[in-house]
C-alpha cells in the first residue's frame, strides 16, 4: 500500500514522499530511497518505485522522498546542473536526509535502524548523511561516482565551441569512449577493446588523478565504523574502475571495513538496458535480506499515528 | 540511537494536495495545484510517457504551477503502472489510460463544479486528451508537441531503446539494432522495454487502430503548440525551447521556457474568459 507523505522541515519547506507500508507490518529495519540525481523519486525507468515495491513485499517499510527543488517537493534548483552536482558532492542536504532518517526511524519505532538507498549523486547524499547519524544502518550505493563533478560550462556558441574542444580533450570523454559509454565506441568495438586493455595496465591500481578525495574519505570514515554497505557497479564501467581502486585503496587502511561490491554486466548507469533492472533488484534485495534479516517486532512499540 | 535533529513527517498540507484516485484496480497518484485566491478555471495535466515523464516531471510542476498563480485549479497525474501510480504497466491499453484520466477528471470536477475546464496533454498525454476531448470532456484542449500519428507517440520512446542498446555492453539481452526491428517484435506481441518502461504489445495494437479526430466540431477552442528543439523555429505555429527537449536528459535543469509558458497562458486566460462570457 502507498501512501503519500510530507515531511515539514525546520525552515518551513515541505518534502514530498511515498511511503510503501507491508500489510502485515514492518520488520525493525527500514529503508530511505533518495533521489537518483534530479531525477524525482521514481527514480529513472522507476527503479526506485520497483525496489520500494520489491522491498515491501518483502515485509520492509520504505520511504522514497524528493530532495528540495526536484519532484513534488518545495524548493529552487539552479539553472544548470553543474552547480547541483557541486554542492551535492560538497554535502548539500546530507543533514537534511540524516535528520528524515532519524525521525522515520523514531515514528516508526525501528529498531535497527534505517538502510539509505541512493544512484550516482544519491550515493554521495546517503554517505554523508549515514556518517552524521547512526539512524543510518546501512548503505546501497548504486554505480557511485567518485570523479570530480564537472565544473560549470558557458553558454552561447563560445561556450559551445569551449565544450566541444573539451571534450575533445578531455580524459573523461575517451574513458567513456573506451568504456563504451559513446556510439563511436560502438563502431570501433576492437579498437576500443585493444585501447581498453591498455589504458587499464598503464593507469595500474591507483586513484585517477580527478578522484574527488573527501567522498573516498567519506567512505573511510564509513568502513571505519563497519557500516554495511553495498556497492552495485555496471560492470565494467568507468564508474567501476573507480570504486575497484577506492575499494582496494581501504582494503590496506581500513582492513575490517564491511563494503561489498557486485557488478551486474551488460547493462547502463541507470540498470535500464539489457535487463539491468530485474538483477540489481534481485541483487540489492538479496543482500538486505543477508544483512538485515526480517525479525519479528515483539515488544516494539508504535510511535504515533497514521498520516 | 542517536537521531538528528528530527524533522516532522505529518499529513498532506492543503496548498498543493496529492492525492489517489482509483482507476480499476490501480492507485493513481495526483497532485492538485490549487489558485492562491479565486479559482477562474481549472485545467486537467495529461503528461508524456515512459522516461520522458521523468525528465520532464520538473517542467511540468513548473507549469501546473505557473497555471495555479494565473487562478487555475491544475492537477496532474501518473498513468498507472507508472511512477507513483501503481499497476501493471505491462498490462495496459491505451483505454487503461484514458480511464486514469477519467478519474482524476472526475476528481477535480467535484472541486471545481461549474469552472471552465481545459485538456492539455503534452507529447503521448495528447493522444489521450484528445480522446476524452472527442467524447465532450473539457472546454478547451491545449497540446503541446502533440505526435504526428498515434504510432509515433511511441516512436522516440523506440529510438531510445535502440540507442541505449548501442552503448552497452554485451549482457544477458540480446541487441536490437533498430526501431524497426523494435516494430516487428511488437506486432509479433512480443513486449519491448525502453529505458526501464515496457511497452505492452496490447498498447501497441491500440494506438495503431486509434483514430482521433482533434477537432470536435462543435466550437470548443483547439490549440496545439509544436515545440522545435534548438533556435530555428520551423512553422509558424511552433516555438521553439531549448536543446535538448525537456523530456530529455541535458544540463539544464530548468530550461528558459518564458515563451512557451507565457503564450500558453496567455490563450488559456483568454479562453477561458470567453467560456465564462
Same mark, same amino acid.
Given at each position: 500500500?502507498r501512501s503519500a507523505v510530507e515531511i515539514q522541515l525546520a525552515?518551513?519547506?515541505?518534502?514530498?514522499?511515498?511511503?510503501?507500508?507491508?500489510?502485515?507490518? /514492518?520488520? +525493525?529495519?527500514?529503508?530511505?530511497?533518495?533521489?537518483?540525481?534530479?531525477?524525482p523519486r521514481s527514480g529513472v525507468g522507476d527503479l526506485a518505485?520497483?525496489?520500494?515495491?520489491?522491498?515491501?513485499?518483502?515485509?520492509?517499510?520504505?520511504?522514497? &522522498?524528493?530532495?528540495?527543488? &526536484?519532484?513534488?517537493?518545495?524548493?529552487?534548483?539552479?539553472?544548470?546542473?553543474?552547480?547541483?552536482?557541486?554542492?551535492?558532492?560538497?554535502?548539500?542536504?546530507? +543533514?537534511?536526509?540524516?535528520?528524515?532518517?532519524?525521525?522515520?526511524?523514531v515514528r516508526h519505532g525501528l529498531r535497527g535502524g534505517v538502510?539509505?538507498?541512493?544512484?550516482?549523486?544519491? !550515493?554521495? &547524499?546517503?554517505?554523508?548523511?549515514?556518517?552524521?547519524?547512526?539512524?543510518?544502518?546501512?548503505?546501497?550505493?548504486?554505480?557511485?561516482?567518485?570523479?570530480?563533478?564537472?565544473? /560549470?560550462?558557458?553558454?552561447?556558441?563560445?561556450?559551445? &565551441?569551449?565544450?566541444?574542444?573539451?571534450?575533445?580533450?578531455?580524459?573523461?570523454?575517451?574513458?567513456?569512449?573506451?568504456?563504451?559509454?559513446?556510439?563511436?565506441?560502438?563502431?570501433?568495438?576492437?579498437?576500443?577493446?585493444?585501447?581498453?586493455?591498455?589504458?587499464?595496465?598503464?593507469?595500474?591500481?591507483?586513484?585517477?588523478?580527478? !578522484?574527488?578525495?573527501?567522498?573516498?574519505?567519506?567512505?573511510?570514515?564509513?568502513?571505519?565504523?563497519?557500516?554495511?554497505?553495498?556497492?552495485?557497479?555496471?560492470?565494467?564501467?568507468?564508474?567501476?574502475?573507480?570504486?575497484?581502486?577506492?575499494?582496494?585503496?581501504?582494503?590496506?587502511?581500513?582492513?575490517?571495513?564491511?563494503?561489498?561490491?557486485?557488478?551486474?554486466?551488460?547493462?547502463?548507469?541507470?540498470?535500464?538496458?539489457?535487463?539491468?533492472?530485474?538483477?540489481?533488484?534481485?541483487?540489492?534485495?538479496?543482500?538486505?535480506?543477508?544483512?538485515?534479516?526480517?525479525?519479528?517486532? +515483539?515488544?516494539?512499540?508504535?510511535?504515533?499515528?497514521?498520516? | 540511537?542517536?537521531?538528528?535533529?528530527?524533522?516532522?513527517?505529518?499529513?498532506?498540507?492543503?496548498?498543493?494536495?496529492?492525492?489517489?484516485?482509483?482507476?480499476?484496480?490501480?492507485?493513481?497518484?495526483?497532485?492538485?495545484?490549487?489558485?492562491?485566491?479565486?479559482?477562474?478555471?481549472?485545467?486537467? %495535466?495529461?503528461?508524456?510517457?515512459?522516461?520522458?515523464?521523468?525528465?520532464?516531471?520538473?517542467?511540468?510542476?513548473?507549469?501546473?504551477?505557473?497555471?495555479?498563480?494565473?487562478?487555475?485549479?491544475?492537477?496532474?497525474?501518473?498513468?498507472?503502472?507508472?511512477?507513483?501510480?501503481?499497476?501493471?504497466?505491462?498490462?495496459?491499453?491505451?483505454?487503461?489510460?484514458?480511464?486514469?484520466?477519467?478519474?482524476?477528471?472526475?476528481?477535480?470536477?467535484?472541486?471545481?463544479?461549474?469552472?471552465?475546464?481545459?485538456?492539455?496533454?503534452?507529447?503521448?498525454?495528447?493522444?489521450?486528451?484528445?480522446?476524452?476531448?472527442?467524447?465532450?470532456?473539457?472546454?478547451?484542449?491545449?497540446?503541446?508537441?502533440?505526435?504526428?500519428?498515434?504510432?509515433?507517440?511511441?516512436?522516440?520512446?523506440?529510438?531510445?531503446?535502440?540507442?541505449?542498446?548501442?552503448?552497452?555492453?554485451?549482457?544477458?539481452?540480446?541487441?536490437?539494432?533498430?526501431?524497426?526491428?523494435?516494430?516487428?517484435? %511488437?506486432?509479433?506481441?512480443?513486449?519491448?522495454?525502453?529505458?526501464?518502461?515496457?511497452?505492452?504489445?496490447?498498447?501497441?495494437?491500440?494506438?495503431?487502430?486509434?483514430?482521433?479526430?482533434?477537432?470536435?466540431?462543435?466550437?470548443?477552442?483547439?490549440?496545439?503548440?509544436?515545440?522545435?528543439?534548438?533556435?530555428?523555429?520551423?512553422?509558424?505555429?511552433?516555438?521553439?525551447?531549448?536543446?535538448?527537449?525537456?523530456?530529455?536528459?541535458?544540463?539544464?535543469?530548468?530550461?528558459?521556457?518564458?515563451?512557451?509558458?507565457?503564450?500558453? %497562458?496567455?490563450?488559456?486566460?483568454?479562453?477561458?474568459?470567453?467560456?465564462?462570457?
Amino acid at each position: 500500500m502507498r501512501s503519500a507523505v510530507e515531511i515539514q522541515l525546520a525552515d518551513g519547506h515541505r518534502l514530498l514522499g511515498t511511503r510503501h507500508e507491508p500489510a502485515d507490518g /514492518a520488520a +525493525d529495519v527500514g529503508i530511505l530511497i533518495v533521489n537518483f540525481g534530479p531525477i524525482p523519486r521514481s527514480g529513472v525507468g522507476d527503479l526506485a518505485v520497483r525496489l520500494a515495491d520489491a522491498l515491501c513485499d518483502a515485509g520492509r517499510l520504505v520511504y522514497r &522522498i524528493d530532495l528540495p527543488g &526536484i519532484g513534488d517537493s518545495d524548493g529552487d534548483l539552479p539553472p544548470r546542473e553543474e552547480p547541483y552536482f557541486e554542492s551535492l558532492q560538497r554535502g548539500a542536504h546530507a +543533514d537534511l536526509v540524516a535528520g528524515v532518517a532519524g525521525a522515520i526511524a523514531v515514528r516508526h519505532g525501528l529498531r535497527g535502524g534505517v538502510v539509505a538507498v541512493g544512484l550516482c549523486s544519491g !550515493t554521495w &547524499i546517503a554517505g554523508y548523511a549515514a556518517e552524521r547519524t547512526d539512524a543510518i544502518s546501512g548503505l546501497v550505493m548504486l554505480e557511485p561516482e567518485l570523479r570530480t563533478a564537472p565544473y /560549470a560550462g558557458t553558454e552561447g556558441v563560445a561556450g559551445r &565551441i569551449a565544450s566541444r574542444v573539451n571534450k575533445a580533450i578531455s580524459p573523461l570523454a575517451w574513458v567513456r569512449f573506451l568504456f563504451g559509454e559513446n556510439c563511436l565506441s560502438s563502431r570501433l568495438g576492437v579498437a576500443r577493446s585493444f585501447a581498453y586493455w591498455t589504458f587499464l595496465r598503464m593507469v595500474g591500481s591507483s586513484m585517477p588523478t580527478d !578522484t574527488y578525495w573527501p567522498l573516498v574519505a567519506s567512505w573511510k570514515a564509513l568502513a571505519r565504523r563497519r557500516l554495511p554497505v553495498f556497492v552495485v557497479t555496471s560492470a565494467r564501467s568507468w564508474r567501476e574502475m573507480y570504486v575497484l581502486r577506492a575499494l582496494a585503496w581501504l582494503d590496506r587502511r581500513a582492513p575490517s571495513h564491511r563494503i561489498t561490491h557486485e557488478a551486474i554486466s551488460g547493462t547502463n548507469h541507470i540498470f535500464t538496458a539489457g535487463g539491468g533492472t530485474v538483477r540489481v533488484l534481485a541483487t540489492v534485495i538479496r543482500w538486505i535480506s543477508e544483512s538485515f534479516p526480517v525479525n519479528a517486532r +515483539d515488544g516494539v512499540a508504535e510511535v504515533g499515528a497514521d498520516v | 540511537m542517536a537521531v538528528a535533529d528530527s524533522p516532522q513527517i505529518v499529513a498532506i498540507a492543503p496548498a498543493e494536495r496529492a492525492g489517489y484516485s482509483r482507476s480499476g484496480d490501480a492507485q493513481v497518484y495526483y497532485r492538485l495545484h490549487p489558485p492562491p485566491e479565486e479559482v477562474t478555471g481549472a485545467a486537467l %495535466l495529461c503528461g508524456p510517457w515512459g522516461s520522458e515523464r521523468d525528465y520532464a516531471h520538473g517542467t511540468w510542476t513548473r507549469w501546473a504551477r505557473a497555471l495555479s498563480e494565473r487562478g487555475f485549479l491544475a492537477m496532474r497525474f501518473d498513468y498507472r503502472g507508472m511512477a507513483e501510480s501503481s499497476g501493471d504497466g505491462g498490462a495496459v491499453s491505451l483505454a487503461d489510460y484514458v480511464a486514469d484520466a477519467a478519474a482524476c477528471l472526475g476528481v477535480l470536477r467535484s472541486r471545481a463544479l461549474g469552472i471552465p475546464l481545459v485538456l492539455h496533454g503534452l507529447r503521448f498525454g495528447a493522444v489521450i486528451v484528445k480522446q476524452l476531448f472527442a467524447r465532450g470532456d473539457g472546454d478547451a484542449l491545449l497540446l503541446w508537441d502533440p505526435p504526428a500519428t498515434q504510432v509515433s507517440a511511441q516512436g522516440d520512446v523506440l529510438r531510445y531503446r535502440v540507442a541505449e542498446d548501442a552503448v552497452r555492453e554485451d549482457g544477458v539481452e540480446p541487441r536490437v539494432g533498430s526501431v524497426a526491428e523494435l516494430m516487428v517484435m %511488437l506486432d509479433a506481441g512480443s513486449e519491448v522495454t525502453s529505458e526501464g518502461h515496457c511497452i505492452p504489445p496490447r498498447l501497441w495494437r491500440d494506438l495503431k487502430s486509434l483514430v482521433v479526430k482533434c477537432d470536435a466540431g462543435d466550437g470548443r477552442r483547439v490549440r496545439a503548440i509544436r515545440l522545435d528543439a534548438g533556435p530555428k523555429r520551423r512553422s509558424p505555429c511552433s516555438v521553439s525551447i531549448p536543446s535538448p527537449p525537456f523530456w530529455r536528459p541535458g544540463r539544464r535543469l530548468v530550461p528558459d521556457l518564458a515563451e512557451l509558458f507565457e503564450s500558453s %497562458l496567455n490563450w488559456v486566460t483568454e479562453t477561458v474568459a470567453e467560456v465564462r462570457r
